[in-house]
């Protein structure tokens, strides 16, 4: 594993410790929207966690953790459990990676240089043209 995520700076304080902030900068680097990656983060150094545990370890708001989680969730890379409630009220859903985060970071790997074989392509082409004008 790249980084122990799993230790929380503080003893369990809320929010990511900094070699998860650092995670997600080189997430969001590499194309992972910033909100997708702090949520992908925050489930990669936990069993499970609700959207409230998101909203509160990643940073978020309500709407920026349904969001991420629906992306997540569309990329196969996490999996919803409900959760029972003994009372009325709005349903509670848990949230865990679907695959190892070593993983997930390999399909992001890959993604990204497939970015920059069609990026270098493109050049390819560029010059190609370039030529042709002269």
């Given at each position: ?13 809320a929010?990511?410790?900094?070699k998860e902030?650092?995670?997600?900068g ?12 702090r ?44 959760i ?8 509670v ?42």
């Amino acid at each position: 594993m790249l980084y122990n995520i799993n230790s929380r700076g503080g003893g369990g304080t809320a929010g990511l410790s900094e070699k998860e902030e650092e995670l997600v900068g080189l997430l969001s680097s590499m194309g992972v929207a910033r909100n997708v990656a702090r949520a992908l983060v925050c489930l990669a150094g936990r069993e499970e966690a609700t959207s409230t545990q998101l909203e509160k370890d990643a940073g978020l708001r309500q709407p920026e953790v349904s969001t991420a989680i629906n992306e997540l969730r569309e990329r196969g890379w996490v999996a919803k459990r409900d959760i029972k409630r003994e009372r009325k009220g709005r349903p509670v859903h848990s949230y865990r990676l679907a695959m190892p985060f070593e993983e997930i970071l390999a399909i992001v790997e890959e993604m990204e240089r497939a970015r920059i074989a069609r990026m270098e392509e493109g050049l390819r082409k560029l010059r190609a043209v370039m030529k042709k004008g002269r």
